[in-house]
Protein backbone atom coordinates (compact mmCIF):
# COMPACT_ATOMS: atom_id res chain seq x y z
CA UNK A 1 0.00 0.00 0.00
CA UNK A 2 0.85 3.79 0.09
CA UNK A 3 1.86 4.28 -3.84
CA UNK A 4 2.50 7.82 -4.63
CA UNK A 5 2.69 7.69 -8.76
CA UNK A 6 4.53 11.06 -10.03
CA UNK A 7 4.00 11.69 -14.18
CA UNK A 8 5.93 12.19 -16.39
CA UNK A 9 8.99 10.88 -14.87
CA UNK A 10 11.07 12.78 -17.28
CA UNK A 11 10.59 15.66 -19.79
CA UNK A 12 12.98 17.62 -21.93
CA UNK A 13 11.77 21.44 -23.04
CA UNK A 14 12.50 24.31 -24.36
CA UNK A 15 13.70 27.41 -22.87
CA UNK A 16 10.81 29.59 -21.68
CA UNK A 17 8.26 27.02 -21.95
CA UNK A 18 6.20 25.93 -18.82
CA UNK A 19 6.08 22.31 -17.45
CA UNK A 20 3.57 20.46 -15.38
CA UNK A 21 4.39 17.64 -13.46
CA UNK A 22 1.61 15.64 -11.50
CA UNK A 23 1.61 13.89 -8.29
CA UNK A 24 -0.80 11.36 -6.96
CA UNK A 25 -1.67 9.54 -4.01
CA UNK A 26 -3.15 5.85 -5.42
CA UNK A 27 -4.70 3.92 -2.65
CA UNK A 28 -4.45 6.55 0.21
CA UNK A 29 -5.59 10.13 0.71
CA UNK A 30 -3.20 13.16 1.24
CA UNK A 31 -3.64 15.91 2.72
CA UNK A 32 -0.45 17.12 2.51
CA UNK A 33 2.13 16.63 -0.08
CA UNK A 34 5.68 17.92 -0.58
CA UNK A 35 8.14 18.59 -3.43
CA UNK A 36 11.44 18.24 -3.33
CA UNK A 37 13.73 18.65 -6.32
CA UNK A 38 17.02 17.57 -5.80
CA UNK A 39 20.58 18.35 -7.63
CA UNK A 40 23.13 15.77 -8.89
CA UNK A 41 24.67 13.90 -5.83
CA UNK A 42 23.12 16.37 -3.50
CA UNK A 43 20.40 15.22 -1.57
CA UNK A 44 16.54 16.31 -1.34
CA UNK A 45 15.64 20.06 -0.94
CA UNK A 46 12.50 20.50 0.21
CA UNK A 47 10.87 23.35 -2.42
CA UNK A 48 6.95 23.45 -0.98
CA UNK A 49 4.45 21.50 1.01
CA UNK A 50 1.06 21.59 -0.74
CA UNK A 51 -1.77 21.47 1.18
CA UNK A 52 -5.19 20.37 -0.07
CA UNK A 53 -7.74 22.89 -0.49
CA UNK A 54 -5.18 25.82 0.44
CA UNK A 55 -2.36 27.89 -0.68
CA UNK A 56 0.91 26.18 -0.66
CA UNK A 57 3.45 26.76 1.66
CA UNK A 58 7.31 27.64 0.17
CA UNK A 59 10.20 27.09 2.11
CA UNK A 60 12.83 30.20 1.58
CA UNK A 61 14.68 31.30 -1.61
CA UNK A 62 11.78 29.04 -3.51
CA UNK A 63 9.94 31.82 -6.00
CA UNK A 64 6.35 30.96 -5.89
CA UNK A 65 5.33 32.58 -9.25
CA UNK A 66 7.90 29.69 -11.07
CA UNK A 67 6.86 27.03 -9.14
CA UNK A 68 3.04 26.68 -9.08
CA UNK A 69 1.78 24.13 -6.77
CA UNK A 70 -2.19 23.40 -6.82
CA UNK A 71 -3.60 20.47 -4.99
CA UNK A 72 -6.52 20.28 -5.65
CA UNK A 73 -8.20 16.94 -4.38
CA UNK A 74 -6.69 14.32 -1.60
CA UNK A 75 -5.19 12.46 -3.90
CA UNK A 76 -3.76 15.14 -6.26
CA UNK A 77 -0.69 17.44 -6.16
CA UNK A 78 0.54 19.70 -9.63
CA UNK A 79 4.19 21.60 -9.84
CA UNK A 80 4.03 23.63 -12.73
CA UNK A 81 7.73 24.83 -13.65
CA UNK A 82 6.60 28.29 -15.55
CA UNK A 83 8.79 29.78 -17.98
CA UNK A 84 11.78 27.08 -17.46
CA UNK A 85 15.30 28.16 -17.88
CA UNK A 86 18.43 25.59 -18.15
CA UNK A 87 18.77 26.15 -14.44
CA UNK A 88 15.51 24.91 -13.77
CA UNK A 89 16.67 21.28 -14.77
CA UNK A 90 16.80 19.20 -11.98
CA UNK A 91 14.99 15.87 -10.21
CA UNK A 92 11.82 16.84 -8.88
CA UNK A 93 10.37 14.29 -6.11
CA UNK A 94 7.31 14.41 -4.61
CA UNK A 95 6.13 12.45 -1.54
CA UNK A 96 3.04 12.24 0.35
CA UNK A 97 2.14 11.77 3.80
CA UNK A 98 -1.05 9.24 5.01
CA UNK A 99 -2.97 12.08 7.03
CA UNK A 100 -2.80 12.32 11.16
CA UNK A 101 0.95 11.21 11.57
CA UNK A 102 2.60 14.22 11.92
CA UNK A 103 6.46 13.34 12.00
CA UNK A 104 5.61 9.55 12.26
CA UNK A 105 5.09 8.96 8.77
CA UNK A 106 7.52 8.05 6.99
CA UNK A 107 6.83 9.88 3.74
CA UNK A 108 6.26 7.92 0.67
CA UNK A 109 7.41 9.05 -2.47
CA UNK A 110 6.85 9.24 -6.28
CA UNK A 111 9.53 7.90 -8.57
CA UNK A 112 10.49 11.39 -9.83
CA UNK A 113 10.44 13.74 -12.94
CA UNK A 114 13.80 14.69 -14.39
CA UNK A 115 13.54 17.69 -16.26
CA UNK A 116 15.86 19.01 -18.97
CA UNK A 117 15.73 22.86 -19.88
CA UNK A 118 17.33 23.05 -23.41
CA UNK B 1 18.27 26.64 11.33
CA UNK B 2 17.48 22.86 11.33
CA UNK B 3 19.78 21.00 10.17
CA UNK B 4 20.92 17.38 9.17
CA UNK B 5 24.72 16.21 8.61
CA UNK B 6 26.02 12.84 6.89
CA UNK B 7 29.02 11.38 7.74
CA UNK B 8 31.15 10.31 5.14
CA UNK B 9 30.11 11.66 2.09
CA UNK B 10 31.07 8.93 0.39
CA UNK B 11 32.49 5.40 1.28
CA UNK B 12 34.03 3.18 -1.03
CA UNK B 13 34.19 -0.62 0.09
CA UNK B 14 34.39 -4.28 -0.73
CA UNK B 15 31.97 -7.13 -0.38
CA UNK B 16 31.23 -8.74 2.77
CA UNK B 17 32.78 -5.70 4.40
CA UNK B 18 31.04 -3.66 7.66
CA UNK B 19 29.69 -0.13 7.08
CA UNK B 20 28.36 2.79 9.63
CA UNK B 21 27.35 5.61 8.28
CA UNK B 22 26.55 8.49 10.74
CA UNK B 23 23.97 11.09 10.79
CA UNK B 24 23.85 13.91 13.27
CA UNK B 25 21.10 16.73 13.69
CA UNK B 26 20.04 19.87 14.80
CA UNK B 27 16.31 19.97 14.50
CA UNK B 28 13.48 21.95 16.42
CA UNK B 29 10.50 20.37 17.24
CA UNK B 30 12.22 16.83 16.76
CA UNK B 31 10.08 14.23 16.66
CA UNK B 32 11.62 11.19 14.46
CA UNK B 33 14.49 10.27 12.69
CA UNK B 34 14.41 8.46 9.40
CA UNK B 35 16.53 6.36 7.09
CA UNK B 36 16.17 5.83 3.41
CA UNK B 37 18.22 4.24 0.44
CA UNK B 38 17.85 5.56 -2.70
CA UNK B 39 19.30 4.16 -5.84
CA UNK B 40 18.49 5.54 -9.04
CA UNK B 41 15.12 7.12 -8.35
CA UNK B 42 12.78 7.56 -5.17
CA UNK B 43 14.21 7.00 -1.85
CA UNK B 44 12.96 4.03 0.15
CA UNK B 45 12.17 3.84 3.28
CA UNK B 46 14.14 1.54 5.57
CA UNK B 47 14.06 2.78 9.71
CA UNK B 48 11.87 5.56 11.70
CA UNK B 49 13.59 6.06 14.94
CA UNK B 50 11.67 7.57 18.30
CA UNK B 51 13.55 6.61 21.30
CA UNK B 52 16.99 6.64 21.79
CA UNK B 53 18.41 2.76 22.83
CA UNK B 54 16.47 0.67 20.92
CA UNK B 55 18.35 -0.97 17.51
CA UNK B 56 15.68 -1.21 14.77
CA UNK B 57 17.01 -4.08 12.81
CA UNK B 58 16.03 -5.06 9.08
CA UNK B 59 18.35 -8.31 7.91
CA UNK B 60 21.57 -7.01 7.31
CA UNK B 61 20.76 -3.28 8.50
CA UNK B 62 20.57 -1.87 12.04
CA UNK B 63 19.68 1.18 12.84
CA UNK B 64 20.02 3.31 16.30
CA UNK B 65 19.22 6.74 17.59
CA UNK B 66 20.91 8.73 20.60
CA UNK B 67 18.63 11.66 21.41
CA UNK B 68 20.64 13.10 23.84
CA UNK B 69 24.26 13.28 21.74
CA UNK B 70 21.02 13.99 18.63
CA UNK B 71 22.78 11.22 16.54
CA UNK B 72 21.76 8.11 14.64
CA UNK B 73 24.43 5.29 13.32
CA UNK B 74 23.06 3.06 10.44
CA UNK B 75 24.98 -0.08 10.47
CA UNK B 76 25.11 -2.44 7.21
CA UNK B 77 27.06 -6.18 7.91
CA UNK B 78 28.56 -8.17 5.30
CA UNK B 79 28.14 -5.50 2.23
CA UNK B 80 26.50 -6.63 -1.13
CA UNK B 81 27.19 -4.87 -3.92
CA UNK B 82 23.15 -4.31 -4.32
CA UNK B 83 23.81 -2.09 -1.09
CA UNK B 84 25.39 0.31 -3.45
CA UNK B 85 23.45 3.53 -3.17
CA UNK B 86 23.02 6.96 -1.39
CA UNK B 87 22.30 6.86 1.92
CA UNK B 88 20.05 9.59 3.14
CA UNK B 89 18.79 10.16 6.85
CA UNK B 90 15.85 13.20 7.60
CA UNK B 91 14.75 14.86 11.06
CA UNK B 92 10.95 14.17 11.22
CA UNK B 93 9.62 16.81 13.24
CA UNK B 94 6.04 17.84 15.98
CA UNK B 95 3.16 18.87 14.33
CA UNK B 96 3.91 18.58 10.37
CA UNK B 97 4.69 15.43 8.23
CA UNK B 98 8.01 17.78 6.58
CA UNK B 99 11.40 16.26 6.49
CA UNK B 100 14.93 17.80 7.04
CA UNK B 101 16.95 15.64 4.72
CA UNK B 102 21.09 15.29 5.39
CA UNK B 103 23.42 15.45 2.74
CA UNK B 104 23.04 11.95 2.08
CA UNK B 105 26.25 9.21 2.08
CA UNK B 106 27.35 7.90 -1.26
CA UNK B 107 28.06 4.21 -0.31
CA UNK B 108 29.84 1.89 -3.21
CA UNK B 109 30.79 -1.62 -2.96
CA UNK B 110 32.80 -3.74 -5.53
CA UNK B 111 32.89 -7.12 -5.47
Known amino acids: GAVVSQHPSWVICKSGTSVKIECRSL??????MFWYRQFPKQSLMLMAT?????????EQGVEKDKFLINHASLTLSTLTVTSAHPEDSSFYIC??????????????FGNGTRLTVT | EDKVVQSPLSLVVHEGDTVTLNCSYE??????LLWYKQEKKAPTFLFML????IEKKSGRLSSILDKKELFSILNITATQTGDSAVYLC???????????FGTGTRLQVFP
Open chain 2, 27 to 32: VTNFRS
Open chain 2, 90 to 100: AGGLYNTDKLI
Open chain 2, 50 to 53: TSSG
Open chain 1, 95 to 108: SASIQGRSGLSPLH
Open chain 1, 50 to 58: SNEGSKATY
Open chain 1, 27 to 32: DFQATT
